[in-house]
C-alpha cells in the first residue's frame, strides 16, 4: 500500500510555510494530507503557525507598531525571546504578512515574503474542503497541538476550541497529533478521530516533565511504551533518525526495530521530516558542496519504505511523490 504524503506546514520547501500558497502547492504536488500547527491568539482563536513566537515567520519585527509587544517568555521551560501570538488579537495578527523562515536556504522561496497573511485553523478547513473539490480527492487535515501544557496555564487551552471547531466541520479525514499526551487523551474523550503521538529525539514530553513522570521519548518507543501509546492513539509519528540514525560520520547506519516494534503493538508510523536539501540528508545522499544543494532525497525515502512506514511528513511532497513510483 502507498505510503500517505504529509505536506509538511504545506509544502514547506517551496513557499513560506502554514499558508494559503504553501497548503495549495502541497495538494498540487501530490499532498494527501496537509500540516497546520496550531497555536492561540489573545483572544482566543486558533491560528496556524509553527510556534507562538512569530518573529521568523511574519514580517512582525519590520512593523514598528509592535516593536513594544517583543518580550521574553518561559515556554516549556526554556527562555525565548520574541513575538508571540498570545500578545496578539486575531485582527492585530492578520495585519502580519508571512516570511520564508529559512532564506539562507530557501532563498528562491522569499519572493513570496508578503503575499500571505496568518491563517486561522477555520480557514485551513474550509481550505482542504475546497481543495479536495478540486482535485477530486479527499484531502486530509493534521492539525498538532503546540505547547498545550504551557497555553493551558496561561487560560488559553488548545483542546477545547480544537475539539468544537472540529465537531463543527465537515471535514472528514483529520489526524490530530501532538508531543503531549495528555492533550491527546483530552481529545480522545471528545472527539472519535485517528490520534498521532508525536515523539522526539531527547528528553520527554513537557506534560509528563511537569507531572513528575519520569518517562522519556526513548521509554515511549520501547515495546511496553508503545503498547501504552497504543491504549489512546492509532499512530506515532518519530523523527526518521529514530528509525535510521546516523553513524558518527554522518551516514546512515543500521535501521533500529522501531517500524517493526510499532506494527507490532497495532500503530501505524509516519516519519518526520524529509527534506531535499544536504544540510537534512545523510551523507551518502548529499550532492555538491553547498548546504542548500539537493541530494539523492528520493533514496532517503526508498529506504524508509522499505523498513514498511507508513506515511512521510515532508517539506517537499512532489519529491515524496516521485520517491513513491
Known sequence: MRAIIIGHRGAAGHRPEHTAGSYELAVAMGADWIEPDLVPTKDHVLVVRHENDISSTTD?????????????????G??????????FTLAELKTLRAVERLPELRRRATVYDGVHEVMTFQEVLDLAERLSLRHGREVGVFPET???????????????????TVADSRQERIVIQSFEPSSLRRVAKELRVPLWQALGTA????????AGDPATYADMMRPEGLARIAEYAQWIGPDKSSVIPLGPDGASAAPTTLVRDAHAAGLKIGVYTFRDENRFLPAELRRGPLP??????????????RLGVDAFVT???????????
Open 146 to 164: 503546540k505547547h498545550p501544557t504551557y497555553f493551558r496555564s496561561i487560560g488559553l487551552p488548545l483542546e477545547e476550541p480544537l475539539i468544537e
Open 292 to 305: 542548500w544543494d539537493h541530494g539523492d532525497a528520493p533514496a532517503e525515502y526508498r529506504a524508509h519504505l
Open 315 to 325: 517539506d517537499y511532497p512532489d519529491t515524496a511523490a516521485v520517491a513513491m513510483t
Open 60 to 76: 512582525v519585527s519590520r512593523r514598528p507598531e509592535f516593536a513594544g509587544r517583543r518580550t521574553t517568555k518561559m515556554i516549556d
Open 203 to 210: 528528553g520527554r514530553p513537557y506534560d509528563l516533565e511537569v
Open 78 to 87: 526554556l527562555e525565548v525571546t520574541g513575538w508571540f501570538t498570545e500578545d
